[in-house]
């Protein structure tokens, strides 16, 4: 049982590149997150997911987009990456039951820069 | 959103007992209250989660009063290896789009 694996775990990218972000879960959660830190910072939650086929925007979801097209991975695209996205970023799933929502189990992290 | 206010930081020593107060004053019905522990370089990992009154696990205890609008971790006898940044998060899955990370506490452990 791997929990939430990243990939990768570090990056850097051009200004204007694109890139994928992927997020995979192995514990068959609905839910699932990504979420960027930079230096000193909280979490700030950017999209997240309620199940296979859904996305939804959070905090900070401008420069991102998301998929869940299978219910153990969530991707984060950044298509034309600029240097205020340089961050790292982390994945997060968790579920529900008998009406109780459980806590986020999280990924390593990928550490992004853009220069 | 679900804002969180917490300390900056806090000091403490070895063996003392830790209490870092959150507060969410605009706390939904249906939310949650959950604390996670953050160390450099590696993902928030799970402390506690509570609804209403007290929860208490085998690393913490968690007191929330009658009207939710604040809350409490208790970390018991601290040791070195507590050195790290605390949260509290405020929401649930259902909300989970109303439901933000503070800024965090730093606690520092000193021996």
């Known amino acids: 049982n791997a929990g939430v694996t990243q990939t990768p775990k570090f990056r850097v990218l051009k200004t204007g590149q694109s890139m994928t972000l992927l997020c995979a879960q192995d514990m068959n959660h609905e839910y699932m997150y990504w979420y960027r830190q930079d230096p000193g910072m909280g979490l700030r939650l950017i999209h997240y997911?309620?199940?296979?086929?859904?996305?939804a925007k959070g905090e900070v979801p401008d420069g991102y987009n998301v998929s869940r097209l299978k219910k153990q991975n969530f991707l984060l695209g950044l298509e034309s990456a600029a240097p205020s996205q340089t961050s790292v970023y982390f994945c997060a799933s968790s579920y529900e039951a008998g009406g109780i929502s459980y806590e986020q189990y999280f990924g390593p992290g990928t550490r992004l820069t853009v220069t | 959103l679900a804002k969180t206010t917490q300390p900056i930081s806090m000091d403490s020593y070895e063996g003392q007992e830790v209490n870092i107060t959150c507060s969410h004053n605009?706390?939904?019905?249906?939310?949650?209250i959950t604390w996670y522990q953050q160390f450099p370089s590696q993902g928030p990992r799970f402390i506690i989660q509570?609804?209403?009154t007290k929860v208490t696990n085998e690393v913490a205890s968690l007191f929330i009063p009658a009207d939710r609008k604040s809350s409490t971790l208790s970390l018991p006898r601290v040791s070195l290896s507590d050195t790290a940044v605390y949260y509290c998060?405020?929401?649930?899955?259902?909300?989970?789009?109303?439901?933000?990370f503070g800024d965090g506490t730093t606690l520092t452990v000193k021996p």
């Open positions: 605009n706390i939904a019905t249906n939310d949650y």
């Open positions: 998060l405020v929401g649930g899955n259902t909300n989970a789009g109303k439901s933000t």
């Open positions: 997911s309620v199940g296979e086929g859904t996305t």
């Open positions: 509570g609804y209403k």
